[in-house]
């Protein structure tokens, strides 16, 4: 185990449902990180928060919303999906935002229908 | 462009070799590069890490090398097992105010007992 866990793990979605991801650290990392990663393509960044603070937002679409509450958890709010939003999402964090080793969750598996 | 590539195609080596995956980039000049281990199911874990002044790293069975003129680096496990079966991913950390991490695609490794 990474010290990092995601739930749920499994997740299937109409495109008119509201859903959300939860990510948890159990390290004390300060920076967390979602990613999203589809079938042949690389880990794509979409969000970078640093000690709750939205440090960066990679052009992702606004149906995906985050939400870091504190250091320890961050969440992905989903809301109106398309088909090709179906990816596995992982959560991974870091020391800090300069820190150079990334710690990832199991990931969900989202299916959006 | 900017891209990064890795074999695309599955390795398949006997038990006992040396297996050899690249990664490839251009227009990066990344402070550092990472190669990470994504077993089915599960999020990437970090192996390995070399900086652009390092030529060369180890860790037990595993060996990385970095050649920056050729923007090139080079993953190896010596005495390889079964267990080693994997997709290894490469990412490049690119700064951009914060650390950014561009990943590649991934090479999927069959270790044949």
Redesign the interface.
Known sequence: ETGVTQTPRHLVMGMTNKKSLKCEQHLGHNAMYWYKQSAKKPLELMFVYSLEERVENNSVPSRFSPECPNSSHLFLHLHTLQPEDSALYLCASSQGTAQETQYFGPGTRLLVL | SQK?EQNSEALNIQEGKTATLTCNYTNYSPA?L?WYRQDP??????LL?IRENEKEKRKERLKVTFDTTLKQSLFHITASQPADSATY?C?L?VTS??????????TRLKVLA
């Open positions: 990064i550092y990472q199911g599960r999020g990437p874990v970090f890490l991913l990412a950390a105010g914060t650390y950014k991490y561009i990943f590649g695609t991934g």
